[in-house]
Each structure stands twice: as structure tokens, then as C-alpha cells.
């Protein structure tokens, strides 16, 4: 069974950083394309990041580029979202998801899998 699992959220700072880890088991990531969504309170779900498994090329959104970075480690089957120069409009429950396929110079943006939130809020 594919499974994720999202950690790693808190109370931060505005300008401070968190790292959340999401641990996925029951397949592999070559074959699956990552994503880290968030919805704050009263707003949409947002796509901030997705990593293809075709080419590897991680995309974000415009609202947290630069300050928001994705990696992995293959060894723990865990992708990582760093987070820097937190802002209180960063506050929000995020999900990490997974969806199957081959991704040439795009990335999904309806994902099938997907792990439990976590919270994370910013104080300003």
C-alpha cells in the first residue's frame, strides 16, 4: 500500500525556518511524482512544490520560491520540505502527496496519495 506520512510542523517565528519530513512507503520514488500542498484557514489548497520522477526538476510556487526547498533522501524514503524566512501567511496544514506517471516538464497537480497534515504556524 502506498503511504505517506507527513511530520515536522509547529509554532515558529516569523523569519525562522522548519523542516517537514514526509515518509512515504510502498513505492518507488522513480515512478511517482512528490508534492507538498497547504491550506491556510479560510483558503484554498495550494500546490507550493512537486518533484517530477522523469526528470527530477522540482517546481514551486511563485509564493514560496526562494524560500522553500525540496530534497530526499532515498535511503529513508523521506522527502523534505526546508522551510526559511517563514512568514505568518505561511501558516497553514501541509500535506505532502504522491501520484504515479511520467512527467516530462510538467508535474501534476490532482494527486491520488496522500499523507496526513501537518500544522505549522507562524507568529509574527
Known amino acids: 500500500d502506498v503511504q505517506l506520512q507527513a511530520s515536522g510542523g509547529g509554532l515558529v517565528q516569523a523569519g525562522g525556518s522548519l523542516r517537514l519530513s514526509c515518509a512515504v512507503s510502498?513505492?518507488?520514488?522513480?515512478?511517482?511524482?512528490i508534492a507538498w500542498f497547504r491550506q491556510g484557514p479560510g483558503k484554498e489548497r495550494e500546490r507550493i512544490s512537486c518533484t517530477s520522477p522523469t526528470d527530477g526538476h522540482t517546481y514551486y510556487a511563485d509564493s514560496v520560491k526562494g524560500r522553500f526547498t525540496v530534497s530526499r533522501d532515498n535511503a529513508k524514503n523521506t522527502v523534505f520540505l526546508q522551510m526559511n524566512s517563514l512568514k505568518p501567511e505561511d501558516t497553514a496544514v501541509y500535506y505532502c502527496a504522491a501520484k504515479g506517471g511520467i512527467y516530462i516538464g510538467n508535474c501534476p497537480y490532482n494527486f491520488r496519495f496522500w499523507g496526513q497534515g501537518t500544522q505549522v504556524t507562524v507568529s509574527s
Open positions: 510502498g513505492f518507488d520514488f522513480d515512478d511517482y511524482a
